[in-house]
Nanobody
Framework: QVQLVESGGGLVQPGGSLRLSCAAS????????MAWYRQSPGKQRELVAA???????NYADSVKGRFTISRDNAKNTVYLQMNSLKPEDTGVYYC???????????????WGLGTQVTVSS
């Protein structure tokens, strides 16, 4: 079992920045890859960024060049640095523990409860 707790969300103006954190606990040695998803109002949950244990990354086209996923292994924490935020980035951001194979991230069973990001003037 892996427990994931997100933090760092909030209200930010367009063009602003936020850094989300996802702290993992439990069977962290079993983690192969981590990812951030978001669910915007009226839309399905979508993959935003993924990071493998070998530092391979995937990003949604809509966030490339603006968002960066990273981790601190000593703290068992994954981050999502979000710059140049847009209103369409608004949503609940979830952390997920999954697998990474053939350049593709496959979501796993463990999810956090999410953190709300609202981009609005």
């Amino acid at each position: 079992q892996v427990q994931l707790v997100e933090s760092g969300g909030g209200l930010v103006q367009p063009g602003g920045s936020l850094r989300l954190s996802c702290a993992a606990s439990g069977s962290v040695s079993s983690i192969n890859a981590m990812a951030w998803y978001r669910q915007s109002p009226g839309k399905q949950r979508e993959l935003v960024a993924a990071l493998s244990s070998e530092d391979n990354t995937n990003y949604a086209d809509s966030v490339k060049g603006r968002f960066t996923i990273s981790r601190d292994n000593a703290k068992n924490t994954v981050y999502l640095q979000m710059n140049s935020l847009k209103p369409e980035d608004t949503g609940v951001y979830y952390c997920n523990s999954g697998t990474y194979s053939g350049g593709i991230y496959n979501y796993g069973d463990f999810w956090g409860l999410g953190t709300q990001v609202t981009v609005s003037s």
